[in-house]
């Protein structure tokens, strides 16, 4: 009965190796999920960066053409100059060109001052490409590392799992049944240590009465309380639990 017990421990440690390595493939590192996040805010910065810039370029391009069109408004009431009969009429002009070229010189302020804005906007524009491209650049470099730590993981899983095979066929079948049992209604522990009375699975008082027959170690016993599989603690230390590993 012992030697199933101490079988049936290692077992228990075997799987619980092997569910922490199954649920690091499953979860993905903080470190990770942290850069995806930063990477889409920047990338949504940029977007927005991207349309201020576009934003200001149309500002620039409509000024231009208003300008434009002031100079020709200009060129034509110049021109008019030539052809007036009164004095009236070339005061009127005279008064219709100085509007005109305040009205120009007021376009031309805002070409000036949407230039230093799309100026701004573009430095800012590169700024983000420029995070993006290093986060991107950092995401792949740490999604290759964890790459490699799961061929490592995957590894290990593999060499845990050969390893259950072999231990599982030396075992007694009603004995195994009744582990995946326990295990499956026990958050996977069917088998738990008894340190000073104290059953380590439920944290419950084993009755003295049983702690002594479990001193024994000559015999299986459950745990009144959550009913797994217990074993004095101290049977480890004479047995070499974990010189295998
Ligand atoms: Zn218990």
Known sequence: MKEQLLKLIKLQELDLQIRKINKELETEPEAIKALRKELKEVKEDLATAKAELEEREKVKRDAELELQDCE?????????????????????????????????????????????????????????????????????EAQQRLEQSFAHFKKELAQLRQKREEMVKTMDKELLKRYDFIRSRRNGIAVAAVNAEVCEGCNMHIPPQKYNELLKGDKLMTCPTCQRIIYWKGILENNGQTEEE
Do not use: F, P
């Open 72 to 140: 020709e408004r200009i060129k034509k009431s110049k021109q008019k100059m030539t052809e007036v009969k009164t004095n009236k009429e070339y005061q009127a002009l005279l008064t219709e060109i100085d509007e005109l070229q305040s009205l120009k010189s007021e376009w031309e302020d805002k070409i000036i001052v949407a230039m230093d804005e799309i100026e701004e906007a573009k430095k800012i524009v590169e700024e983000k490409e420029k995070i993006v491209k290093e986060l991107e650049q950092r995401l792949k």
